[in-house]
């Protein structure tokens, strides 16, 4: 982690050289020293050790869940709008291959905020996660939804 | 005048998602599904309203809160979704009829099943 702190050291050079301490100045100079140490990357041992990678798995995460949550709030707009309910709900249990409780608690949060899908319980040992499904036709279509989509782009995250 | 339209956007659509999730509370059938909308619609709503709080006033000071306060949602809200759903289930509370329930839910989790006839 020791690239993240010179990226932060980066940005608050840039915000003293500019004179402007506040939020967008930081934002910019932390943009522009990641630029920079992307730029010198051969020079540090094992190529950064995987920071721009993570920080791209970071943003790709954001994204994908900003996208998912605008999803489902239109999903659940829909529902609650038209006359008739149009949900074959159901419960379901997914195997979860997330490790340690931050993983854990990211992915059920996350899960929560996606379409169709909210998480109720977790067992004791943490292998299997219980969701609720709007739409459960097909369990076992949404468990590996979860497993490729979400759940994947956590573990990378924070591996 | 594009930021005045921006702002526009964000509060109005803010504010039908907030109604969404409250309507939904009223109308859907069960308390599982009641959540899905409060948790969803709810967090967007206020994420919505904060995007253009932030854009509005624009100073360091507000933005810093804006995004405090967006940080702590999108942490509380699905959390407060999950125990309550968590306890609903756990103590058996009836479940809209059409509810398709894996069998294997309430051993994993070592809960008792409610007798069937509790179902309306």
């Given at each position: 982690?020791?690239?993240?702190?010179?990226n932060?050291?980066?940005?608050?050079?840039w915000a003293?050289?500019?004179g402007?301490f506040?939020?967008p100045?930081?934002a910019i100079?932390f943009?522009v020293g990641?630029?920079?140490?992307?730029?010198v990357q051969?020079l540090?041992?094992n190529?950064g050790?995987?920071?721009?990678v993570?920080?791209?798995?970071?943003?790709?995460l954001?994204?994908?869940?900003h996208?998912?949550l605008?999803?489902s709030s239109?999903?659940?707009?829909?529902?609650?709008?038209?006359?008739?309910?149009?949900a074959?709900?159901g419960?379901i249990c997914?195997?979860?291959k997330?490790?340690?409780?931050?993983?854990v608690?990211l992915v059920?949060?996350?899960?929560?905020?996606t379409p169709?899908?909210?998480s109720l319980d977790?067992?004791?040992?943490?292998n299997?996660?219980v969701?609720?499904a709007?739409f459960a036709?097909?369990?076992?279509?949404?468990a590996?939804?979860?497993?490729?989509g979400?759940?994947?782009r956590?573990r990378e995250a924070?591996? | 005048m594009?930021l005045e339209?921006?702002?526009?956007v964000?509060v109005?659509?803010?504010?039908?998602?907030?109604?969404?999730?409250g309507?939904?509370?009223l109308r859907?059938?069960?308390v599982?599904i009641?959540?899905h909308a409060?948790?969803?619609?709810?967090?967007l709503?206020?994420?919505l309203?904060?995007?253009?709080v932030?854009?509005?006033f624009g100073?360091a000071s507000?933005?810093?809160r804006a995004v405090?306060?967006?940080?702590?949602l999108?942490?509380?809200?699905p959390?407060g979704?999950?125990?309550?759903?968590?306890a609903?289930?756990?103590?058996g509370?009836?479940?809209?009829?059409?509810?398709?329930?894996?069998p294997?839910?309430?051993?994993k989790?070592?809960?008792?099943?409610?007798p069937?006839n509790?179902?309306p």
């Amino acid at each position: 982690m020791s690239l993240f702190l010179l990226n932060l050291l980066l940005a608050l050079a840039w915000a003293a050289l500019t004179g402007q301490f506040t939020l967008p100045g930081l934002a910019i100079g932390f943009a522009v020293g990641f630029g920079a140490l992307w730029l010198v990357q051969p020079l540090f041992e094992n190529r950064g050790g995987g920071y721009f990678v993570r920080v791209y798995r970071w943003i790709r995460l954001l994204v994908l869940f900003h996208y998912e949550l605008v999803v489902s709030s239109f999903q659940v707009a829909r529902d609650v709008l038209t006359p008739r309910h149009r949900a074959r709900p159901g419960i379901i249990c997914i195997p979860l291959k997330a490790r340690g409780e931050a993983e854990v608690l990211l992915v059920t949060n996350l899960i929560s905020l996606t379409p169709g899908t909210l998480s109720l319980d977790v067992t004791e040992d943490c292998n299997t996660l219980v969701v609720h499904a709007m739409f459960a036709d097909d369990p076992k279509a949404i468990a590996r939804q979860i497993e490729n989509g979400i759940e994947r782009r956590v573990r990378e995250a924070l591996e | 005048m594009i930021l005045e339209i921006f702002m526009s956007v964000c509060v109005l659509s803010g504010g039908f998602f907030a109604f969404v999730a409250g309507l939904g509370i009223l109308r859907l059938p069960d308390v599982l599904i009641r959540m899905h909308a409060t948790a969803k619609a709810g967090t967007l709503a206020s994420g919505l309203i904060m995007l253009a709080v932030a854009a509005g006033f624009g100073d360091a000071s507000t933005v810093a809160r804006a995004v405090a306060i967006v940080v702590f949602l999108l942490l509380t809200a699905p959390v407060g979704a999950h125990m309550i759903g968590r306890a609903a289930f756990r103590s058996g509370v009836p479940l809209w009829p059409p509810t398709r329930i894996d069998p294997d839910a309430h051993i994993k989790l070592g809960v008792k099943k409610p007798p069937e006839n509790d179902r309306p």
